[in-house]
């Protein structure tokens, strides 16, 4: 089983829905999380770290369960720049190293 | 503030012959990580280190791979007698030293454009 779960789409929306991700990880001890997107062939970029009480950036949302070890990702109003991969990312307490999950690809259109 | 450069951004090595990769990270950061992404997988941890010290290599192969952070300079990370499956695209990362003020949370690593090595 992976460490860090996703489901790996694509998700294919029209511009304007909103979508939800989600992930789950494995290991109860990890300590910070993050959601990156990945655009094809391109490095990954940090869209936004996730805390316990939820946070939100513009669009975008993210809430954390540590109970359930699950994690969401919210984003309303897609745009077509939205469309990219949604890599769900851990670490572990005590080391810096990032745990990536295998990613889920939104596909928006017009 | 530059970002975190990667050079070359490709690289293409017949089987047999060294790779040489190489990373500098953003002005203030002093953490460096190295991660590969074969084709159609996820990013997979290598190697992380600091100035002059490796402090976490779980991740690296246990033969041909190796990585360093000199005191001047920027990482490296060396793969010799490269096989046709270390073709992948190899990306640094950097972070700032624990402590920092700001946003910026001494955990959230930035990434470089990468470098695709190609091994014919």
């Known amino acids: 089983r992976k460490e860090v779960e996703q489901d790996p789409g694509p998700f294919n929306v029209p511009e304007g829905a909103t979508v939800a991700f989600n992930c789950t990880y494995s290991?109860?001890?990890?300590?910070?999380f993050f959601w990156y997107r990945q655009d094809c062939r391109k490095e990954p970029k940090l869209l936004m770290s996730?805390?316990?009480s939820g946070n939100e950036d513009g669009r975008f949302t993210a809430q954390l369960n540590r109970a359930s070890q699950y994690i969401s990702l919210l984003i309303r109003d897609s745009k077509l720049s939205d469309s990219a991969t949604y890599l769900c990312?851990?670490?572990?307490?005590?080391?810096?190293?990032?745990?990536f999950g295998t990613g889920t690809r939104l596909l928006v259109s017009p | 503030n530059a970002g975190v450069m990667q050079n070359p951004r490709h690289l293409v090595r017949r089987r047999g012959q060294e790779a040489r990769l190489r990373c500098s990270p953003m002005?203030?950061?002093?953490?460096v990580y190295w991660y590969r992404q074969l084709p159609e997988e996820g990013l997979k941890f290598m190697v992380y280190?600091?100035?002059?010290?490796?402090?976490?290599e779980s991740g690296m192969p246990k033969e041909r791979f190796s990585a360093e952070f000199p005191k001047e300079g920027p990482s490296i990370l060396r793969i010799q007698q490269v096989v046709r499956g270390d073709s992948a695209a190899y990306f640094c990362?950097?972070?700032?030293?624990?402590?920092?003020?700001?946003?910026?949370?001494?955990?959230?690593?930035?990434f470089g454009p990468g470098t695709r090595l190609t091994v014919t």
């Open positions: 990362a950097s972070s700032p030293q624990a402590g920092t003020s700001g946003r910026e949370s001494s955990y959230e690593q930035y």
């Open positions: 996730v805390y316990s």
């Open positions: 990312v851990v670490t572990h307490t005590g080391f810096q190293k990032l745990v």
């Open positions: 290991n109860s001890a990890s300590q910070s």
């Open positions: 002005k203030g950061h002093s953490h």
């Open positions: 280190l600091q100035k002059e010290n490796i402090i976490d």
